[in-house]
């Protein structure tokens, strides 16, 4: 078996609980404020998650929901307009302070970087997104954490697409028996999985139902000394009375 070499992150729903507080409130102030009457509840979000991409989930909407909606202009061009504007209120919900990691993300992050392993980030979602998110959570020097980030649309296909994590390991120059992957969704693992990544799971309030059969572990959170995780799904031995996710127990998914 390969020595493990590089940890490559999904961002949102992963690192943070950024969807129902962050992108779905980011995207209804967008609307409001070019005076449209749409608002995005949280099941109706929830629902839209299956389309990965910003754009591309507002392109599914208009489509899907509002399709006698009038455009003034090219669509596409209106689309990304719309997107730079809730990019722009959802960097402000960040700097609010609004949006922390999820318990166990900064501490497994440090672990890692201290240990030498190599970091990555591989999203659909947009470079100011991981850049404000990283800065606002842990620090300025966050971002230098990560050799490579791969977001947004640096690639053709959006996950379940493997492109993403695939430009992450080519820019790194690794093979996927050398890196694991860390995911949240059903689209995020098909994604891992097609670039041929081992993954670890962490499910959130969105994500919970979601099929991840083919994940070497499956768990509520990374956990904290003092707040442990729940094992969702996984093999006890590999677990070995871990009560939460450090670098030890990253080797012995990787190895299994």
Not at 40 to 48: E, N, P
Not at 77 to 101: D, M, N, S, V
Not at 117 to 144: F, H, K, S
């Amino acid at each position: 078996m390969a020595e493990l070499a590089a940890l490559l992150f999904d961002v949102d729903g992963t690192l943070s609980n950024t969807e129902r507080d962050g992108h779905r409130v980011a995207f209804n102030r967008a609307f409001a404020e070019a005076g449209l009457d749409w608002e995005w509840d949280v099941a109706t979000y929830g629902a839209l998650l299956s389309i990965t991409g910003g754009k591309e989930r507002m392109r599914h909407y208009l489509e899907q929901y509002q399709p006698a909606a009038t455009l003034p202009g090219d669509p596409t061009e209106w689309i990304a307009e719309l997107h730079q504007a809730k990019t722009r209120h959802y960097e402000t919900l960040l700097g609010e302070g609004g949006i922390p990691l999820r318990p166990g993300v900064e501490r497994l992050l440090r672990e890692a970087r201290e240990a030498g392993y190599r970091l990555a980030i591989a999203t659909t979602t947009t470079p100011a997104n991981v850049t404000a998110l990283l800065e606002n959570a842990v620090g300025p020097d966050a971002l230098q954490w990560f050799e490579v980030i791969a977001a947004g649309d640096v690639v053709p296909a959006k996950k379940p697409a493997p492109d993403i994590y695939e430009y992450a390991m080519a820019k790194m120059g690794l093979e996927p028996a050398r890196c694991i992957a860390f995911e949240d969704s059903h689209n995020g693992i098909l994604a891992s999985k097609g670039a041929g990544l081992k993954t670890i799971i962490t499910v959130n309030d969105y994500t919970r139902d979601h099929d991840f059969d083919n994940a070497e572990l499956v768990l509520d959170s990374f956990g904290e000394p003092q707040q442990p995780f729940r094992v969702l799904s996984g093999s006890s031995s590999v677990i070995d009375g871990a009560r939460y996710l450090d670098m030890a127990l990253v080797k012995r998914v990787h190895a299994g």
